[in-house]
Antibody, heavy 118, light 110 residues
Framework: QVQLQESGPGLVKPSGTLSLTCAVS?????????WSWVRQPPGKGLEWIGE???????HYKTSLKSRVTISLDKSKNQFSLKLRSVTAADTAVYYC???????????WGQGTMVTVSS | QSVLTQPPSVSAAPGQKVTISCSGS????????VSWYQQLPGTAPKLLIY???KRPSGIPDRFSGSKSGTSATLGITGLQTGDEADYYC???????????FGGGTKLTVL
């Protein structure tokens, strides 16, 4: 049973970098999956951020492309999200999720709240 | 403003049926699979429907999905109070090469 667990700072200063990690257990990060990040601002809907394939190919939300990087760490069986130059608009619950080839996010982490504030 | 359009809210009585629509375009729903998620308050989303109309193991057949042209629909029969949640559609947009979610629909079981 594959499980995901997000971790990272809950508070980031404006103009700083948001860095989150998603630890994968019960499965290998090298499997042919799309490893994804989704966020949800308080009281709002889900927003797709981006994804990375096991080969390293990436897709990013157009409006975030200049600020975001998703990467794999096969040695630690985890993947990461970095979002630079954050503002209060980046305050959200951040989820990691997997698309295991069924064109859907079938496994989700529990989510981690990140607040951008000085 | 979401690329996929969902009604903000729907409601129905226990035991009744409800449908939630998701409208897009030829670059997203029209040429890609649609998935549906249920998000109970304070929890992570849960996959209900994938590839337009397939249910993952453990999802009751009260939940169904369909797609026609550039629109998709989630149906829920035999409504229960435990079905009160936010529901989201999702698909791939081939023109933008990005994933897109609908704005979400809040289901109230009266």
């Amino acid at each position: 049973q594959v499980q995901l667990q997000e971790s990272g700072p809950g508070l980031v200063k404006p103009s700083g970098t948001l860095s989150l990690t998603c630890a994968v257990s019960g499965g290998s990060i090298s499997n042919s999956n799309w490893w994804s990040w989704v966020r949800q601002p308080p009281g709002k809907g889900l927003e797709w951020i981006g994804e990375i394939f096991h080969s390293g190919s990436t897709h990013y939300k157009t409006s975030l492309k200049s600020r975001v990087t998703i990467s794999l760490d096969k040695s630690k069986n985890q993947f990461s999200l970095k979002l630079r130059s954050v503002t209060a608009a980046d305050t959200a619950v951040y989820y990691c999720a997997i698309n295991r080839g069924n064109n859907a996010f079938d496994i989700w982490g529990q989510g981690t709240m990140v607040t951008v504030s000085s | 403003q979401s690329v996929l359009t969902q009604p903000p809210s729907v409601s129905a009585a226990p035991g009744q049926k409800v449908t939630i629509s998701c409208s897009g375009s030829s670059s997203n729903i029209g040429n890609n699979y649609v998935s549906w998620y249920q998000q109970l308050p304070g929890t992570a989303p849960k996959l209900l429907i994938y590839e337009n109309n397939k249910r993952p193991s453990g999802i009751p057949d009260r939940f169904s999905g369909s797609k026609s042209g550039t629109s998709a629909t989630l149906g829920i029969t035999g409504l229960q109070t435990g079905d009160e949640a936010d529901y989201y559609c999702e698909t791939w947009d081939s023109s933008l090469s990005v994933g897109v979610f609908g704005g979400g629909t809040k289901l109230t079981v009266l």
